[in-house]
């Protein structure tokens, strides 16, 4: 009885590290993220999105989650969600009720 306990331990533990290997090669993509990679440019300024889940916005840089229609901003002490969307080829974010047009930088 002992030894199909060791058995079962030791396959138990062998999977397991077959299963964190496996899921440590398979690299995770924010489907959200990749639509807005790169730099949007507006009459207002720029806003930069990184493939590193940062951003440069309003001219400092944060680090940002992006989730479908919220774009959330970590700052000091508070963390901002934006809403955005797309339409007619223009990234539309809204920014404390004001709607600002960026167009994608070649």
Request: proline share 2%; net charge positive.
């Amino acid at each position: 009885m002992k030894f199909l306990s060791v058995v079962l331990l030791l396959a138990t533990i062998s999977l397991m590290g077959f299963a964190t290997d496996s899921q440590a090669e398979t690299a995770m993509v924010n489907q959200h993220l990749v639509k807005l990679l790169g730099k949007w440019d507006s009459s207002q300024g720029e806003i930069i999105f990184n493939e590193n889940r940062t951003c440069v916005y309003k001219g400092r840089k944060y680090i940002c989650a992006i989730a479908d229609g919220a774009i959330q901003i970590k700052k000091r002490k508070a963390v901002v969600v934006f809403p955005y969307r797309f339409q007619n080829g223009q990234l539309l974010i809204t920014d404390h009720n004001v709607v600002t047009a960026y167009t994608k930088a070649p």
